[in-house]
């Protein structure tokens, strides 16, 4: 009965702890992983920001481990300075997903200053940890880039071209210098090396010694000490090679052979500055490199320099190419051959001699240069060569500012050689009748009283005669009429005639001024009335007052009435050298404007220079009386508010078949026959005769 009752108990219990119990669970499925795509996206838009923060918080554990945020962000910056990478963007091709493991394939397109736009095929590894991270590597900026190896971009820069004369001689071209340099620890006799190094590189003693042993010089390195030209080298060739320790080597330089012939024009290249190399850098230039500075140097800067090419490589630290990542070719430099005749540039050169002044000579059918010169001039070798601080500063600080062009920069009042201008707004802006005729007695009273003196009683004067004897009694009531009519009417024709005005040369040039009412009431800063007034007319219908022009302006305007009314654009380029397909690039005449007058003023106009200097009453007769050609021109005194007054003459030769035309300026020279008039003769002869029937 117990044995009963125990075993009902226990069934009971049992039942009654199976019914109580709770029902084991179903386990629940694991969530599949998110896409790694978003976070390769992610990590790769950020590197086209270059937001190396962003990336450097995508990368996994084990990775940060192994390169800090610093060291991360260095080698992208530095990967991407030496390809000259200036953008890119990056597209995700695909995304395979294994497991913990993941890859991203992508392209990134590279936009770069030297290489031009390329791309470059990559795959991103990704691996799980409780999210997609990256596994980094520098293999990811470039495929065959290491944590050990480089990248590096070896630079192709072009042989910077020649510049010619229009003969051919060379005004700049590629050279070399011989630099001197010590290796340390080879020397044996120092005391000796030192006083020959000295006596023949000009140097102290102590600055030669203090290059070779600044901190850090170790003994095997060649250290630079000077340059010398190969025909110093040669005269001392035996001294050099017998002191042990010195070694030779050459250096490139740009060489100027015609020395400070034609400086102005053809400028000078030197170490690109700041300011340029803003400009320039997306070009390919950076620090170090030389550029043009001045004239044709640093208009034909793209031409004559090229296009700078190179190789991106990857390297290991010994420099081995592990591979070419891209290759883009330098586009070839191009000479530049100008219209200069050097002959000429010589002989106007040697007539203007040390007077300070300019020439410039141009063919009136072309507009091409034929010669130009100012004075004071410089040679451009001493500074590639490279001058002392104190040497520089003096040719700064030189009060005849030798690096002024005064052929295109110089501004001056051109005295009478405006009544040309005059003449013509009369004639044709006013309708003046040639015959037109007014009494000099010598001076005249305005009508605000004062008196205006001319150089000499000329009795009636009319257009014609008013040129050719340069009666300042016409052209200063001449001045008044026009001014009554209209008082823009005579600063306007001086626009027209290319004053006031760029003409488009290839080197600077200052665009001068021709006063009119506008510029007095807002630009004028002198001592007197601000406004326009009938005595600012007067003084410009004799080149004088606030008018300013360049000797490149007024020789135009002598060729456009030489060659019988146009207007050429004065160029000194007279072709590019060839392409590399061969083709050369030839500068033609170009047509920037007409003379407004009919043909009946301007053979006025064209008889009455001829006059100046062909007939006894002209005022350049003397200067040309007995030249074997006719010759036409207006001279021009100009008073100046301090020293001797300024010479000038313009015109142009032979005056019946004009193939030359010339102005001449002589700053205090005193008066333009005397001055100016016997240096455009010595000009024009020489281009029109030969030489052995030049005259004296």
């Known amino acids: ?137 520098s293999s990811l900026i470039f495929p065959d880039l290491s944590d050990e190896n480089l990248v590096y971009l070896e630079r192709e820069v072009p042989a910077r071209a020649n510049i010619y004369a229009q003969s051919g001689e060379p005004l700049a071209m590629e050279g070399a210098l011989v630099v001197v340099g010590v290796i340390p620890g080879q020397i044996q006799d120092e005391p000796r090396l030192l006083s020959e190094l000295s006596r023949i590189l000009g140097m102290s003693q102590g600055e030669i010694s203090e290059k070779y042993h600044a901190v850090g010089v170790q003994p095997h390195w060649w250290i630079p000490i000077g340059d010398i030209t190969f025909k110093e080298s040669i005269e001392h060739r035996e001294t050099l090679s017998s002191l042990v320790g010195v070694s030779l080597r050459e250096k490139p330089i740009r060489t100027y052979p015609q020395g400070s012939v034609a400086s102005h024009i053809v400028g000078y290249v ?97 507009g091409e240069i034929l010669a130009m010169v100012s004075h004071p001039t410089f040679d451009p070798n001493p500074l590639i060569r490279g001058l002392e601080a104190r040497e520089w500063q003096a040719l700064l600080g030189d009060p005849g500012r030798p690096f002024l062009n005064r052929a295109t920069q110089g501004a001056y009042p051109t005295g009478s050689v405006f009544k040309i201008v005059t003449a013509t707004a009369a004639l044709a802006g006013a309708g003046f009748d040639p015959s037109t005729t ?177 007939n006894p009453r002209g005022t350049a007769y003397y200067a040309f009386k007995d030249t074997p050609f006719p010759v036409a021109g207006k001279t021009g005194t100009v008073e100046v508010p301090r020293g001797n007054t300024h010479a000038w003459f313009a015109g142009y030769a032979p005056a019946d078949d004009p193939q030359i035309a010339v102005a001449v300026v002589v700053e205090h020279g005193g008066e333009g026959s005397v001055a100016a008039a016997p240096i455009l003769r010595k000009v024009v002869e020489a281009y029109l005769l030969p030489p052995e029937t030049e005259s004296d």
């Open 438 to 614: 007014i009494h000099c007695t010598g001076s005249w009273r305005a009508p605000w009283g004062r008196v205006y003196a001319d150089w000499a009683a000329h009795g009636p004067m009319d257009f014609f005669w008013a040129i050719v004897r340069s009666c300042d009694v016409f052209f200063f009531q001449m001045g008044l009429r026009l001014d009554n009519i209209d008082p823009w009417l005579l600063p306007n024709f001086g626009h027209k005639l290319g004053f006031g005005e760029l003409t488009g040369i290839e080197v600077d040039e200052t665009e001068g001024l021709v006063p009119d009412p506008a510029w007095k009431e807002v630009g004028f800063t002198g001592v007197g009335n601000p406004f326009w007034v009938p005595g600012d007319a007067v003084n410009l219908a004799v080149g004088q007052g606030d008018l300013l022009a360049t000797p490149l302006q007024t020789a135009n305007m002598m060729a456009a009435i030489a060659n019988g009314g146009t207007l050429y654009r004065p160029h000194l380029v007279l072709r590019l050298g060839a392409t590399p397909k061969g083709e050369e690039e030839v500068f033609e005449p170009e047509e920037i404007g007409k003379l407004p007058l009919l043909p009946e003023h301007l053979q006025l106009i064209q008889e009455a220079l001829q006059e100046v200097a062909m």
């Open 1 to 137: 009965m117990k044995r009963l009752l125990l075993l009902a108990t226990l069934f009971v219990l049992a039942v009654s702890c199976q019914g109580s119990s709770t029902p084991e669970a179903t386990p629940s499925p694991t969530p599949p992983k998110p896409s790694s795509r978003p976070v390769a996206e992610a990590f790769l838009a950020a590197w086209e920001e270059r937001a190396y923060t962003s990336m450097y918080g995508f990368l996994s554990s084990p990775s940060k481990a192994t390169v800090s945020e610093e060291k991360f962000t260095e080698r992208y910056e530095t990967v991407i300075e030496e390809a000259t990478v200036t953008s890119l963007s990056v597209e995700v091709r695909g995304v395979e997903e294994k497991g913990e493991k993941a890859e991203a394939r992508f392209i990134v397109t590279l936009r770069t200053v030297l290489l031009g736009e390329f791309q470059v095929e990559n795959t991103l590894p990704l691996v799980w940890e409780g999210g997609w991270k990256v596994e980094w590597s």
């Open 270 to 366: 030197g170490e690109i500055d700041q300011e340029e190399l803003a400009s320039l850098s997306d070009e390919g230039y950076r620090e170090g490199d030389w550029v043009g500075k001045a004239g044709l140097e640093r208009w034909g800067e793209g031409y004559l320099a090229g296009r700078i090419g190179g190789v991106l490589s990857v390297v290991t630290p010994q420099g081995k190419v592990v591979e070419v990542i891209r290759e883009y070719l330098a586009r070839p430099s191009r000479s530049i051959h100008t219209t200069i005749d050097l002959d000429l540039q010589r002989v106007a050169e040697e007539a203007l001699g040390d007077k300070t002044g300019a020439i410039v000579a141009l063919d009136p059918h072309s």
